[in-house]
């Protein structure tokens, strides 16, 4: 786990968020970049670059990518130009499932 904190800790990472409806159409996209506060073998967290508050996703070291050191990416939301990442995630987000039993 300690090279897993060398790693990530103190890195930039850049985070797409896809929210979907029941039907599967989308209900939102949000893209939030912060940097790595602490990492378990389940979670992420990072301080949002935005509002300065914690935020976290699962770890799931498939869905880091290495971010382009040359690159500079543009939110969709703001404009906002962000440079220096060091690695990207994107995640897709399903609404619960209604239960049958209910």
Same mark, same amino acid.
């Given at each position: 786990?300690?090279?897993?904190?060398?790693?990530?800790?103190?890195?930039?990472?850049?985070?797409?968020?896809?929210?979907?409806?029941?039907?599967?159409? /989308? %209900?939102?996209?949000?893209?939030?970049?912060?940097?790595?506060?602490? &990492? #378990?073998?389940? @979670? +992420?967290?990072?301080?949002?670059?935005?509002?300065?508050?914690?935020?976290?996703?699962?770890?799931?070291?498939?869905?880091?990518?290495?971010?382009?050191?040359?690159?500079?990416?543009? /939110? %969709?939301?703001?404009?906002?130009?962000?440079?220096?990442?060091?690695? &990207? #995630?994107?995640? @897709? +987000?399903?609404?619960?499932?209604?239960?049958?039993?209910?």
């Amino acid at each position: 786990m300690s090279d897993l904190k060398e790693k990530y800790i103190g890195k930039h990472i850049l985070i797409g968020l896809t929210y979907l409806n029941k039907d599967e159409s /989308l %209900k939102e996209r949000i893209q939030l970049h912060g940097i790595i506060k602490t &990492i #378990s073998e389940n @979670t +992420i967290v990072f301080k949002r670059c935005d509002n300065g508050q914690d935020f976290s996703i699962p770890f799931d070291e498939e869905n880091l990518e290495p971010g382009d050191p040359e690159a500079v990416y543009k /939110l %969709k939301s703001n404009g906002e130009a962000i440079e220096s990442v060091d690695f &990207i #995630s994107s995640w @897709t +987000i399903h609404p619960p499932k209604e239960s049958e039993n209910l």
